[in-house]
């Protein structure tokens, strides 16, 4: 069975500073599609970044970008410059078989100003 | 960009009733539809996959003639929650892709279900 790994139930991070999420997942599909969900507190599911198993350069999405490293199976995000917007709940996830998401536990955020 | 739209966005209603949860693809044809559970500061569960035209495959533990899921178009799939109680009381949030592979999914706002 897939799974997906996230180890930090909360992070915080100063305004405009950078923090890491991790997430470690676990699947026997030759190829497969890793996601970063944002959750803010009105519940919506925003999709932040997304990773092709078989691209090896990391995606970036303006100030969001992913550390994919295939071999150990890790999926982290980072987040520069960070804005208050930013805190929400962080879900890793990836494509299940019948093309739903497997969620992890999700990572909350906090952003100092 | 694809929109996916959830009604109701809230319901409270007393145990006992049936509730009905509508999910609609506004500018694209959703071929298949995902229904996920979300209890309070916990993760999203995969409660079923709708695909159009089709029976609904369902979650193991996920009870079929609790939580009825209908996909009767392109466009439109349904959960029916019958004989809701309190413990059936969460958020219920869809999702609906087209096609398979690298098809991003679009989900909908969520509906918070409350069981008096």
């Known amino acids: 069975a897939q799974t997906v790994t996230q180890s930090q139930p909360e992070m915080s991070v100063q305004e405009a500073e950078t923090v890491t999420l991790s997430c470690t997942y676990d699947t026997s599909e030759s190829d497969y599609y890793l996601f970063w969900y944002k959750q803010p507190p009105s519940r919506q599911m925003i999709l932040v970044i997304r990773?092709?198993?078989?691209?090896?350069q990391n995606a970036t999405e303006n100030r969001f970008s992913v550390n994919f490293q295939k071999a150990a199976k890790s999926f982290s995000l980072k987040i520069s410059d960070s804005q208050l917007g930013d805190a929400a709940m962080y879900f890793c996830?990836?494509?299940?078989?019948?093309?739903?998401?497997?969620f992890g536990k999700g990572t909350k955020l906090s952003v100092k100003p | 960009g694809a929109v996916v739209s959830q009604h109701p966005s809230w319901v409270i209603c007393k145990s006992g009733t049936s509730v009905k949860i509508e999910c609609r693809s506004l500018?694209?044809?959703?071929?298949?539809m995902f229904w996920y559970r979300q209890f309070p500061k916990q993760s999203l569960m995969l409660m079923a996959t709708?695909?159009?035209?089709?029976?609904?495959?369902?979650e193991q533990g996920v009870e079929k003639d609790k939580f009825l899921i209908n996909h009767a178009s392109l466009t439109l799939s349904t959960l029916t929650v019958t004989s809701a109680h309190p413990e059936d009381s969460s958020f219920y949030i869809c999702s609906a892709s087209h096609g398979q592979g690298f098809q991003p999914q679009h989900f909908g706002d969520g509906t918070r279900l409350s069981i008096l």
């Open positions: 996830a990836s494509r299940g078989s019948q093309g739903n998401l497997i």
């Open positions: 709708s695909n159009e035209g089709s029976k609904a495959t369902y």
């Open positions: 990773q092709e198993a078989y691209k090896q």
């Open positions: 500018d694209f044809q959703a071929t298949t």
